[in-house]
């Protein structure tokens, strides 16, 4: 989503690229693996209680399903499969969204012959729950008070289990799951791909919660504005519980080959944490330098257009 926005700081941070592609991780907490690793076995223990029911298609190349499963805390997830008319099945990709939500899927994936699985994250659209706000702001500050109660913890549950639904209709693609997901579905896909092995390969694209300790020293718009404000109004104890949800921090568990397109301009997501989640990354790698992103300008349609191209031979290949 672009951000129509007058902006009193420079949404380059000041940083060249060269000093882009320096910018690391943060220390990751004495029990992190363990942490992470017990939530991911105690989430692919939940029944998803899987429904799947086929609806009209505004696009005549793809069947439309509405999907639904239980995840974390008692949560019914919600969200859309698509699929190719003529049944030809190679891929399987989970496809996150935005902090703007998800209203309908997007029929647009550069992978070829896919069963494309788009999760709604707990609070947005067809995944609206009383508990948890569709609203990025009131999100991203839900329940930070501790680890195990923080909205992005169920966000990556949400996730992983749309990743078994998939897998559940369609067994036979398991060695070709990937993943796909921009700006908070970047950020909660590092944070997600760290820990569950079923993914191959992913697509990241302008993550968003890299390195929250630089994060929160960086003006911002959109839902880092609210977590950056809550930490200088007095509540630094924030970081405590952040640290478990850094996607630069995951990112360096996550061996899988991805592909990372990055802007040096951004009013949103300050560019210095979307190059951290890709400089941390452990595995192959590659990277797109997009001009801005949250931000309208010309000349971003062309970066879109050739992110696209390359990821349908990234994806292929």
């Given at each position: ?39 991911h ?11 799947c ?20 805390g ?13 049944g ?42 009383p508990d ?13 008070e ?10 990556v ?32 896909g ?29 003006p911002?718009?959109g ?9 200088h ?15 630069a ?36 790698k ?9 931000f ?18 990234w994806?292929?290949?």
């Open positions: 989503m672009a951000i129509d926005h007058d902006f009193d700081f420079d949404p380059t941070y000041g940083y060249t690229l060269e000093e882009l592609l320096q910018v690391g991780a943060p220390d990751e907490p004495e029990d992190y693996t363990l942490f992470w690793e017990g939530i076995a105690r989430a692919l223990d939940i029944p998803l209680k899987l429904s029911e086929e609806v009209e298609s505004p696009n005549p190349d793809y069947k439309l399903f509405e999907i639904e499963y239980d995840s974390w008692n949560v019914r997830a919600g969200g859309w499969l698509t699929v190719p008319v003529d030809k099945l190679s891929n399987a990709v989970v496809v996150g969204h935005g902090y703007g939500g998800r209203e309908a899927p997007d029929f647009g994936q550069p992978v070829e012959s896919a069963a494309c699985i788009y999760p709604c994250a707990r609070g947005f659209h067809r995944s609206a729950h948890y706000p569709g609203e990025g702001h009131q999100h991203v500050m839900l329940g930070l501790d680890r195990a109660t923080y909205s992005h913890l169920g966000s549950v949400d996730y992983w289990l749309a990743a078994s639904a998939v897998l559940e209709l369609y067994p036979q693609l398991s060695d070709r799951l990937f993943y796909s997901g921009g700006s908070f579905g970047g950020g909660i590092a944070l997600m791909l760290a820990w569950d092995k079923r993914f191959k390969k992913a697509y990241l694209n302008i993550p968003s919660f890299g390195n929250h300790p630089l994060r929160v020293q960086l911002c718009v839902s880092g504005q609210a977590i950056q404000e809550h930490y109004a007095g509540n630094q104890d924030i970081l405590k519980v952040l640290q478990y949800f850094d996607a921090t995951a990112a360096q568990h996550v061996t899988i080959p991805v592909f990372v397109a990055a802007a040096t301009f951004d009013p949103a997501v300050p560019p210095p944490g979307q190059f951290a989640v890709y400089n941390a990354l452990a595995g192959p590659e990277l797109f330098i997009r001009q801005a992103a949250h309208d300008l010309a000349g971003n349609e062309h970066d879109d257009a050739a992110v696209h191209t390359r990821l349908r031979r994806f292929r290949d």
